[in-house]
C-alpha cells in the first residue's frame, strides 16, 4: 500500500518561512518525477516546483528565489522549503511522486 503522508503547513506572517515534507511508505526505488502543487479556494491546482531525473529541478516563476525543493532519499522524504511567504502563497499544498499519486494535502496560511 503506497501512501504519501505530508507535514509542515500551518499559518504565517508575511516574511515568513515554513518547510513542508513529503514522506513516502511503500516505496522500493525513488521515482524520475516528484512535485509539489497547491491550490488556492477557487483557483484550479498548479504547480510549484518539481524534481525530474534525481537532479533537474525546476520551479513556477512566481516562487523563484524564495521555494527550494530538496530530497532525502534515505528517508523517501521530498521538502519543500518556504521562504519570504507572500499572502498569495495561501493554499492546499500537494506532494506528487510519479505523476500519479497524491498526498492528502497541508494547508499554509500567510496573513
Known amino acids: 500500500h503506497v501512501q504519501l503522508v505530508e507535514s509542515g503547513g500551518g499559518s504565517v506572517q508575511a516574511g515568513g518561512s515554513l518547510r513542508l515534507s513529503c514522506e513516502a511508505s511503500g516505496y522500493t526505488y525513488s521515482p524520475n518525477y516528484m512535485a509539489w502543487f497547491r491550490q488556492a479556494p477557487g483557483k484550479e491546482r498548479e504547480g510549484v516546483a518539481a524534481i525530474y531525473n534525481g537532479d533537474n529541478v525546476r520551479s513556477r516563476g512566481s516562487v523563484k528565489g524564495r521555494f527550494s525543493l530538496s530530497v532525502d532519499y534515505a528517508k523517501n522524504t521530498v521538502y519543500l522549503q518556504m521562504n519570504t511567504l507572500k499572502s498569495e502563497d495561501s493554499a492546499l499544498y500537494y506532494c506528487?511522486?510519479?505523476?500519479?499519486?497524491w498526498g492528502q494535502g497541508t494547508q499554509v496560511t500567510v496573513s
Open positions: 506528487n511522486r510519479a505523476g500519479y499519486i
